[in-house]
DNA sequence: CGACTCTTTGATCCTGATCAACACCGGTGG
DNA sequence: CCACCGGTGTTGATCAGGATCAAAGAGTCG
């Protein structure tokens, strides 16, 4: 199937240095920028700047733009668009845009999925602190390795599988930086996740509503509880 | 599909240093480790052993062996498996196994199609001649970059494009080492025909005979001639 | 020649796309 | 407050591509 062009404007997006990047930021705990509020990581903290709010469909980053900061997500959800598809889905706390050691210019969108704030990590910063702090470096090194690795994904296994798949995976992903629990939020659209999984629509939905009548999952309003974690493996 | 594993015994290769890497080779002309015979290459030669002969399903090289040479076709035909597919052929003159400069041994099989030498390069001494030939070095180089992005190759498109696909990529490819021509050969099974493409060997044979009703190849037993070679593209 | 394997071909089934109808929900305007 | 409206999600009906199963050629090797 075929992603429709995004229809959006720029964002009229403020910056905040370092408004908000502590111990009392409600991912503080696991966000992957300090991984947790590691101490050998704090000095990431000095550079962030709070961008936002984005709206729906406002871009973060556009094809082309020079490649001049990673983010995490603050508040809100944010995707990655890129040969006419859903390359990536991003959560609070999870740092992305790391791509492009090679080219220097993104190759693809980021998107905000609702109302969004981003935290902003200037490359020329954290190459800084990088050439100071060995840890902080190979924190990088590591991250852009994970996101290389990330971008290579799948494709297989019948729809139903590759649903699951997603969900076990938002549900791990969300654990990591929220703690224990059965919520995955989707506030992205079905025709998102069917670009991401390479399906349609309505298969999204027959296969949300099989897993639905096998009591692996509930739907919700805004996303799904996670019911019987096996089921979603298997 | 699941590709059944190999039943095969381990060849009983014999090896002959530099028997008959010159210019009355039938592939000198175009031969991939020496460029067809690009002057400032023939230095490969003289590293060169033949080894051989190799029946059908013998493996030249297998997973968890170290990585000690890179291998041409001389005579016959080869196939790379792993993860339980055919991952690529091996066309007579051209290099390959140059994958693994990360982890030092192979992970994957490289099988004889049918009785078949190979001429075998040592890792060691295509090094050595790297370090004092320029242009070897850079000639490793890039093959070595193309083999890392045929591996990643796309699996999209439709039963019949992928078949059409196939055999205009080993058309080209022949025609690179053997001069113009319109013959494709297909030594190999029509399973693994339907494991290197994603589909059953029913749809390959039904696919080749879309084509040949199309009047776009003609179907011989050891392969195929390709008569539209357009269509193949559309 | 006979046994065996591979290929071809036909028949049927299953998955997921596509198309269409409808429900739902948040706005917007009366 | 309610009627209207467009976008999104759900659900049903139909369709097409390929898988699977089965049976019939076609080599191939003993």
Not at 21 to 47: F, I, K, P, Y
Request: glycine residues 8%; proline residues 5%.
């Amino acid at each position: 199937m075929s992603y429709a062009p995004l229809a959006c404007v720029s964002p009229v997006a403020q910056r905040r240095p370092n408004a908000c990047c502590n111990a009392s930021c409600r991912h503080a705990s696991a966000c992957e920028a300090t991984r947790g509020g590691d101490e050998r990581l704090l000095d990431m903290r000095s550079v962030v700047e709070r961008v936002g709010p984005f709206s729906e469909g406002d871009r973060l980053v556009q094809p082309g733009a020079p490649h001049r900061a990673a983010f995490t997500v603050l508040t809100g959800f944010a995707k990655t668009v890129g040969d006419g598809r859903v390359l990536a889905f991003h959560l609070p706390g999870e740092l992305f845009a790391l791509d492009i050691a090679r080219s220097h210019t993104h190759d693809v969108s980021v998107v905000a999925v609702g109302k969004t704030w981003f935290c902003r990590f200037p490359k020329d910063a954290t190459d800084d602190l990088g050439d100071t702090n060995t840890d902080i470096a190979q924190h990088l090194r590591h991250l852009r390795r994970r996101e290389r690795q990330v971008s290579s994904r799948s494709g297989d296994g019948s729809a139903l599988q590759r649903v699951a798949g997603l969900l076990a995976d938002l549900l791990r992903r969300r654990r990591a930086i929220e703690g224990p629990g059965q919520f995955v939020p989707l506030p992205m659209s079905r025709e998102d996740i069917g670009s991401y999984l390479g399906m349609s629509t309505a298969t999204v939905t027959r296969m949300l509503a099989r897993l639905r009548d096998s009591e692996a999952i509930a739907i919700r309003a805004d996303g799904v509880d996670v019911l019987n974690e096996g089921a979603l493996l298997a």
